[in-house]
């Protein structure tokens, strides 16, 4: 469910205008594009303010999600900004793909690397990312250490917005994804410590693909000990598991057949935990 926020029409107005401030001193800017609510949100006052000194730069990895991975495709055209997309796979760095836990500041680095090199080619000074200001207060964000110690800005933490009020203004403005669920780079759906491999990931697509299509929102299909673990939000799960917690027969069965190469399927749903895996 969408967050909710108490702030009033007169505190968004002023957050707004401190932004449209910032952006203009930061011009011109390529911002990291991942077509979620965040960088949407970003991008969307770019183009009303800094129009001709905006680039979006989107990382095209096996580690983005499907809903983010089409919503950025769909975005990118509607959002009228030009944009360049960069081919980066992770699983080429064994720092990332042996999962320890400063996996994220370690991907961050590298993916945010090579953005940088394209703000560069493109003129662009001032590379922007789409951390706001409850990413500030979170204490598990490893790589925004890696977006400090390569000068990357954050405007909207830096402005003090957070998730809720992102979404009260992408809806005010009729952008279509402003309730769009929080999502994760498909890494964080394997235990710490375990080593990340193509196949892990494409299971928990397909498995979350296939959730997806009964019209769950927030679930996540996590990997751990060779087990594979179904979460979902109270709704998700009333959808997909009986009363007692077990997930429908059919629906456990179907995700046997996607998760059998590498797990086998818990029988147990649970609800949905930010960052479970990092337990």
């Given at each position: 469910?969408?967050?909710?926020?108490?702030?009033?029409?007169?505190?968004?107005?002023?957050?707004?205008?401190?932004?449209?401030?910032?952006?203009?001193?930061?011009?011109?800017?390529?911002?990291?594009?991942?077509?979620?609510?965040?960088?949407?949100?970003?991008?969307?006052?770019?183009?009303?303010?800094?129009?001709?000194?905006?680039?979006?730069?989107?990382?095209?990895?096996?580690?983005?999600?499907?809903?983010?991975?089409?919503?950025?495709?769909?975005?990118?055209?509607?959002?009228?900004?030009?944009?360049?997309?960069?081919?980066?796979?992770?699983?080429?760095?064994?720092?990332?793909?042996?999962?320890?836990?400063?996996?994220?500041?370690?991907?961050?680095?590298?993916g945010f690397s090579r953005i940088l090199d394209v703000a560069?080619?493109?003129?662009?000074?001032?590379?922007?990312?789409?951390?706001?200001?409850?990413?500030?207060?979170?204490?598990?964000?490893?790589?925004?250490?890696?977006?400090?110690?390569?000068?990357?800005?954050?405007?909207?933490?830096?402005?003090?917005?957070?998730?809720?009020?992102?979404?009260?203004?992408?809806?005010?403005?009729?952008?279509?994804?402003?309730?769009?669920?929080?999502?994760?780079?498909?890494?964080?759906?394997?235990?710490?410590?375990?080593?990340?491999?193509?196949?892990?990931?494409?299971?928990?697509?397909?498995?979350?693909?296939?959730?997806?299509?009964?019209?769950?929102?927030?679930?996540?299909?996590?990997?751990?000990?060779?087990?594979?673990?179904?979460?979902?939000?109270?709704?998700?799960?009333?959808?997909?598991?009986?009363?007692?917690?077990?997930?429908?027969?059919?629906?456990?069965?179907?995700?046997?057949?996607?998760?059998?190469?590498?797990?086998?399927?818990?029988?147990?749903?649970?609800?949905y935990q930010r960052g479970s895996m990092n337990r």
């Amino acid at each position: 469910m969408p967050e909710s926020t108490t702030c009033t029409p007169n505190t968004l107005e002023s957050k707004l205008t401190a932004l449209e401030n910032l952006l203009r001193e930061l011009a011109p800017v390529a911002l990291g594009f991942s077509g979620g609510v965040d960088s949407t949100f970003l991008a969307t006052v770019c183009r009303m303010v800094i129009p001709g000194e905006t680039m979006l730069v989107h990382l095209n990895s096996p580690f983005v999600a499907t809903p983010e991975q089409t919503s950025s495709a769909a975005l990118s055209q509607s959002l009228g900004l030009p944009v360049v997309t960069i081919d980066f796979d992770p699983f080429t760095c064994p720092d990332v793909s042996a999962n320890e836990p400063d996996r994220c500041y370690r991907c961050k680095r590298e993916g945010f690397s090579r953005i940088l090199d394209v703000a560069r080619e493109h003129g662009c000074r001032t590379a922007l990312d789409g951390s706001n200001a409850d990413d500030a207060a979170a204490t598990d964000r490893p790589g925004a250490r890696a977006l400090r110690e390569l000068g990357v800005r954050s405007p909207l933490m830096e402005t003090g917005w957070t998730k809720a009020e992102e979404r009260a203004m992408l809806r005010a403005w009729g952008v279509g994804i402003w309730n769009m669920p929080a999502g994760a780079c498909l890494a964080t759906r394997v235990a710490t410590g375990e080593p990340l491999t193509p196949q892990k990931l494409e299971v928990i697509r397909t498995c979350e693909d296939y959730l997806h299509s009964l019209d769950c929102t927030q679930v996540r299909a996590r990997i751990a000990a060779g087990i594979l673990t179904i979460e979902g939000s109270p709704d998700d799960l009333e959808c997909i598991a009986a009363k007692d917690g077990s997930l429908a027969e059919p629906v456990l069965s179907q995700l046997a057949k996607h998760a059998r190469s590498v797990a086998r399927v818990s029988p147990a749903a649970k609800l949905y935990q930010r960052g479970s895996m990092n337990r």
